[in-house]
């Protein structure tokens, strides 16, 4: 346990000396993030009280601003595992990295340590500004739900990105799922508008989503004042996709790892 702990801080600190020598992307975010919060809440101001959302208390930016803030950290999930095993190759050192003692669960979970962190920084400004421009709050009793539910979530998102992450060593090409998921989750899964204003096929279809399941479950807790029984249905989807995709998808990476040592293709060739 304290060597997978070694590990795992290891692989943090590399991390986040790597992300904090961008200052100046920083700072990008930072005002992407704030043109984003004030693009839908001025958004939220022209659509006014729509009879779509009456379910929920608040008005569009309080709906949107659940929406991004899921969506920040389930676009981390799908995206960084991918994109640290290609600059691994690239750099030549993920052969490196699975010759080590440092086992291939460890060396995911630690991928996802300072991206998960950098998410949360970007969670909370959404929630500060929400909060400063339009008083949205998350009450004390909808937290340990929430978290249940966030947790399922981007564990869907995880099982997704490392199923791409096996895709990118035995290919070597670029990610292959991340934008397909992330821009099926914004239009159907009701990231950013609820799903009731889509045709009766799409809404069948959003359902097939799991982070529909999250976002819904999430707004039920913060924005209806509801309960576990009021979500125990998308906790248990959730947990069904859980059960099915992470299994999958760590059996997909152990694969591709193998076939891709006997083949001698692990390095960037």
């Known amino acids: ?109 630690g991928t996802l340590t300072v991206p998960l962190l950098l998410a949360s920084v970007q969670a909370a400004v959404y929630l500060l500004f929400g909060w400063l421009l339009g008083g949205f709050t998350i009450p004390v009793s909808a937290i340990p739900l929430t978290v249940l539910l966030m947790l ?3 564990g869907t998102f995880a099982a997704i990105g490392i ?39 799409l809404q069948a279809v959003s359902h097939t989503i799991p982070a529909f399941y999250g976002m819904r479950g999430v707004r039920q807790l913060v924005l209806a004042g509801g309960g576990l029984a009021d979500v125990w249905v998308d906790i248990a989807v959730l947990a069904g996709f859980n059960a099915i995709l992470i299994p999958l998808s760590l059996l997909a990476l152990s694969h591709a790892v193998r076939v891709a040592r006997i083949t001698g293709t692990l390095g960037n060739r």
């Open 1 to 109: 346990m304290r060597s997978v702990l070694n590990h795992l801080g290891a692989l943090t600190r590399r991390d986040l000396i790597i992300e904090l020598s961008y200052h100046f992307q920083l700072a990008t975010a930072l005002f992407g993030i704030l043109m984003s919060v004030l693009t839908f809440y001025f958004l939220g101001r022209l659509v006014g009280d729509s009879d779509q959302l009456a379910q929920w208390e608040g008005g569009y930016f309080e709906f949107a601003l659940i929406g991004l803030v899921v969506m920040a950290y389930s676009q981390v999930c799908v995206t960084a595992f991918g994109r640290s095993i290609a600059a691994a190759q690239t750099g030549g050192t993920f052969e490196i990295l699975l010759a080590s003692r440092v086992r291939l669960p460890t060396l995911m979970g």
């Open 152 to 154: 399922l979530t981007l």
């Open 163 to 201: 199923g791409s992450a096996a895709i990118i060593i035995l290919t070597k090409r670029g990610d292959p799922f991340s934008a397909i998921v992330m821009q099926a989750s914004n239009a159907l899964a009701g990231a950013i508008f609820p799903i009731s204003v889509l045709p009766e096929w």
